[in-house]
């Protein structure tokens, strides 16, 4: 990045700027090479400004949310990276309950799913204790459709708030809204600022009951205690989990480097502590094509791949 953008960067953002920030940092995979620029933004004019000022400058952005489904590689990311804070971390419950018992959540993208998870419990209202064990935002949950124990966000999702690459902020409600196994269709460049979520009265005890089975089955299944992107491949289809495919191929505990198929969960690959994003991605290789051979189903990753080979660290 030259110094005129970095002094207007600096000029703008002071402290919330880091330049050449390590993405390890900001990934629960604890992996990545370094940013050009990590900014936090806090407010929408602050971030409609912004994402204006980088289209001018020619620079690409990318919004993290807990990077917590990212595999960064190791020569890092060019560009902007934004993270949404303060006025995109508030939730409120809408004032007037409809005489059928849903209630709406609103919350910003900068929201951790859990929290939300945890106030609708809190509250007894039922539909995102799912969410209770899911480690990132509601900007992260929504772009991923985030899910477990056979719900979603999509669910109870009843309007996204996006801020357009014009710079307009769109509402769109659900039938606008394309969600697909893991994904949410967004137009190019669209930012999440927040959504509402519809959930209905119910059973708080009940509630209680269905979280605490939900977090005991978590803990006994997945290796909580290392770091890791969650599952690294989606399904083949409903009724084959890849999990059970690797497993079948007998491939928990293949090593690449630091990175290993967690023997606990086969779909988990662990950084047992220095791996490095090309341990993982040869790991993962080594991974599709075993069960490729054995099974011929060709396993795509979940986790998000992104930023630039090692050595390809120019700065822009
Ligand atoms: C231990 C562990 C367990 C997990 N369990 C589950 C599980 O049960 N179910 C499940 O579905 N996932 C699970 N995951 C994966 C991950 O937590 C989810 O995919 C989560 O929704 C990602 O959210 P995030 O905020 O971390 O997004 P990030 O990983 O930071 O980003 C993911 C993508 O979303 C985009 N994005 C983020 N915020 C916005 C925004 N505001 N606007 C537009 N785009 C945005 C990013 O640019 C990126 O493309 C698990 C992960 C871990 C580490």
Request: proline fraction near 3%; aromatic fraction near 6%; hydrophobic fraction near 40%.
């Amino acid at each position: 990045m030259n110094t005129s953008n970095k002094n207007w960067l600096t000029d703008h953002f002071g402290t919330q700027v880091a330049f050449g920030e390590s993405m390890s940092r900001h990934t629960t995979f604890g992996i990545g090479g370094p940013a050009d620029a990590l900014l936090t933004v806090r407010t929408d004019q602050q971030l409609r400004a912004l994402v204006r000022w980088a289209q001018d400058k020619g620079l690409p952005l990318m919004i993290l949310g807990a990077g917590s489904n990212l595999l960064v590689r190791d020569g890092g990311i060019r560009g902007l990276v934004l993270k949404l804070a303060n006025g995109f971390e508030s939730m409120r419950q809408g004032s007037e309950p409809s005489p059928n018992g849903w209630v709406g959540i609103t919350a910003g993208a900068g929201v951790l799913v859990r929290k939300l998870g945890k106030y609708a419990l809190d509250h007894g209202l039922a539909g995102l204790n799912f969410a209770l064990g899911i480690p990132g935002t509601v900007g992260g949950a929504l772009r991923m459709n985030a899910g477990a124990w056979g719900s979603c966000i999509a669910d109870t999702t009843s309007s996204v708030a996006i801020l357009n690459q014009h710079g307009d902020i769109v509402t769109m409600g659900k039938e606008r809204l394309h969600f697909s196994y893991r994904g949410l269709h967004l137009e190019e460049g669209g930012i999440i600022l927040r959504a509402e979520f519809l959930v209905e009265r119910s059973d708080r005890d009940g509630l209680r009951q269905e979280a605490l089975d939900m977090q005991r089955k978590r803990r006994l299944t997945q290796p909580l205690s290392l770091p890791s992107a969650g599952s690294m491949f989606r399904n083949p289809s409903a009724d084959v989990s890849a999990g059970e495919l690797i497993d079948k191929a007998g491939l928990k505990g293949f090593c690449q480097g630091g990175a290993e198929v967690s023997t606990k969960h086969a779909n988990f690959i662990v950084n047992k502590g220095d791996a490095k994003a090309s341990d993982v991605l040869a790991l993962m290789a080594q991974v599709q094509d075993i069960v490729f051979d054995r099974f011929a189903v060709q396993l795509e990753p979940e986790v998000m791949i992104i930023g630039q080979e090692a050595g390809s660290q120019e700065l822009l």
